[in-house]
């Protein structure tokens, strides 16, 4: 009997030991996962907040045929037609946390006013905008937000080129008409529908296919994959058949950001035309003797860090270069095929290397700014371009009949309305290279003008 005692003794004096292991299990264990909660809803709660409303207003300017004759004889009493206001809206990303908000052109192209409105995730706040730069070829719109000072934004995060699985779902997002979040799922039909060529209008051979529904309202909104990433930009539906939309592809967002940036930054020559990569920017391309070539980068690095911070985004690297000033040393960190490499940049004024001088050296031409008022004494309203002042006998320019009066509009498919990045772009040609040029020729038959575009192409010395 006392042996039995002693037993449940034993027994009791161990329960509350094993209550307390019991309890505490239970206490740190965790609610079971929602099942609904997957790869998609994560990316989409990710993203979401860095997706907007764009909203813009175009002012057109009605003019009626009799208006001068009105005026002529009622004069002040008479009142011109008011001008129509048309309105679009649209959809737009942000890509960086001070307020740079990537849209189609086609969303903005002539707008007279944008505004921008935030999704309810982000507080739905509506701010003004401004254009900062376009490439109507690939359609992409670049818009910064008037907030202010020290206000930070959730921006979206670049998935790396051509980093696309055939098949795999894809998200559209958009807020259409201001309504709100709105969300698609698909998965990419169509990934490289057609070689890029150089100089061919970009169309849907070019595009990403969805079958995931792009409405008209979701027009520059980002298509992202399931890790929350931006692989595409929201275009267009194919309204003759069912599931079939398109996106342009993030390659060709990376390289109208970067042409609409580089190589020059606020008329600080850098040399170097970088792309948004997911955890940097990547080294496109690098002119010969530029700041970038000196300080030993190279196409293909990785640049991971500026100035001893990492880089969050291809905007802040920009205007983490542009702040530095002329002369000043920049501190960059890169990686090269799987290698980490530290160099130092100093960006010089494009002024002190291109010039008219070096256009000269290059064809043979000497090239001065075509003024509004220039353009008008020689009856070229509206016409931008580079006059041709002067032309050397035997150079390039004058081997294929150029001659003074002239008008140099377009170098290498780039439009010639700027001296310093005419200079530029010919900088980075070898000698012996033929360079397309298109020029505008005038000649006078009586008292009327007339203007004769001519294409041809320079054998640069």
């Known amino acids: 009997m006392m042996k039995k005692q002693s037993a449940w003794r034993i027994v009791a004096a161990g329960l509350p030991v094993l209550l307390g292991v019991w309890t505490a299990a239970a206490a740190g264990a965790t609610e079971p996962e929602d099942p609904r909660i997957d790869a998609a809803v994560r990316a989409v709660a990710k993203v979401m907040p860095a997706v907007v409303n764009i909203g813009t207003e175009t002012i057109v300017q009605v003019r009626d045929p009799l208006d001068e004759l009105f005026e002529q004889f009622w004069g002040p009493y008479y009142r011109r037609r008011p001008p129509e206001a048309q309105y679009s809206l649209g959809s737009g990303v942000i890509i960086d946390e001070t307020g740079y908000v990537l849209t189609n052109d086609h969303v903005t192209r002539r707008a007279s006013r944008i505004w921008v409105k935030l999704s309810e995730e982000a507080g739905g706040k509506t701010y003004e905008a401004e254009l900062v ?3 109507p070829v690939r359609d992409v719109a670049l818009l910064r937000l008037q907030c202010e000072p020290g206000e930070r934004f959730t921006a979206a ?3 790396e080129d051509d980093d696309l699985y055939l098949g795999e779902t894809v998200l559209a997002l958009g807020n259409p008409f201001g309504l709100g979040g709105s969300v698609s799922r698909g998965i ?3 990934k490289s529908r057609r070689p890029p060529k ?4 970009l169309g849907i051979e070019d595009w990403l296919q969805t079958d995931a529904a792009i409405n008209p309202g979701n027009s520059g909104g980002p298509l992202i994959n399931l890790r929350g990433e931006l692989i595409g930009l929201n275009v267009a539906v194919f309204s003759e058949g069912q599931g079939i939309g398109f996106a342009i592809p993030i390659k060709q967002v990376g390289e109208a950001l970067a042409d609409m940036f580089a190589p020059a930054i606020g008329r600080l020559w850098f040399g170097a035309r970088v792309r948004p990569a997911p955890d940097g920017v990547r080294v496109d391309r690098v002119e010969p003797d530029s700041p970038a070539a000196q300080a030993g980068l190279q196409a293909g690095d990785l640049i991971t860090h500026v100035k001893g911070h990492p880089v969050h985004g291809f ?6 270069l542009q702040e530095a000033g002329a002369g000043r040393p920049v501190a960059v960190r890169y990686r090269r095929e799987g290698r980490e490499a530290r160099a130092e940049v100093r960006l010089v004024p494009e002024s002190e290397v291109f010039n008219a001088g070096l256009i000269r050296r290059r064809t043979g031409m000497e090239l001065q700014e075509l003024t509004p008022e220039l353009a008008r004494h020689l009856g070229l309203w509206g016409v931008r371009g580079l006059l041709v002042a002067d032309v050397e006998p035997g150079s390039p ?3 294929l009949g150029i001659e003074p009066g002239h008008v140099l ?5 780039q439009p010639a309305d700027d001296l310093v990045r005419t200079a530029r772009l010919l900088h980075g040609k070898a000698a012996g290279e033929r360079v397309p040029v298109v020029l505008l020729i005038s000649s006078r038959r009586g008292g009327i003008i007339f203007h004769q575009r001519v294409a041809g192409a320079l054998k640069l010395r």
């Open 133 to 135: 730069a376009s490439d």
């Open 157 to 159: 995060k670049f998935a």
């Open 188 to 190: 990419l039909s169509s």
């Open 198 to 201: 150089e100089g061919a209008p």
């Open 315 to 320: 905007i802040e690297f920009m205007r983490e």
């Open 397 to 399: 320019a004058d081997r």
């Open 409 to 413: 509009l377009g170098v290498d498919g």
